[in-house]
């Protein structure tokens, strides 16, 4: 059986930016970052305790820099979108409020198109 998802590629033009964004300004923990021989370098990054990673990849390996949508849940959407714009993450002021979820929506550096969620509870 599935259980869950483990890794997510994210295709970049340049792995040490990269690293810089997804750990010094969005708060995620190194898991690997290690040369891979003729592979090249494996990195990757995650949520502290997350079940998921993302696998920073080089773009030309998999899908262009800027192809990859990332969400990530939060508990406190106001207090983290906060906290990432204290530490330079570029987000829009106001928070969406849709349906399903309270969103801020932003990009990492090569574009890939990454938001914070908070899911709306269901009717119930």
Do not use: C
């Not at 995650?46 to 998999?62: E, F, N």
């Not at 979820?101 to 509870?121: E, I």
């Amino acid at each position: 059986m599935l259980t869950h998802v483990q890794i997510i590629q994210v295709p970049v033009s340049d792995q040490d930016r990269a690293k810089d964004f997804y750990v010094d300004m969005l708060g995620l923990s190194v898991v690997a970052d290690m040369q891979m021989g003729p592979h090249g370098r494996w990195l990757q990054v995650a949520p502290a305790g997350a079940a998921t990673s993302l696998a920073i990849v080089p773009g030309h390996t998999v899908a262009p820099p800027g192809s990859a949508t990332v969400v990530f849940e939060s508990d406190d959407i106001e207090a983290d979108a906060q906290a990432l714009r204290a530490r330079g993450v570029d987000l829009p002021e106001q928070v969406e409020q849709m349906p399903w979820a309270t969103t801020v929506r932003f990009t990492d550096p090569d574009g890939n198109d990454l938001a914070l969620q908070t899911p709306t509870a269901a009717p119930g």
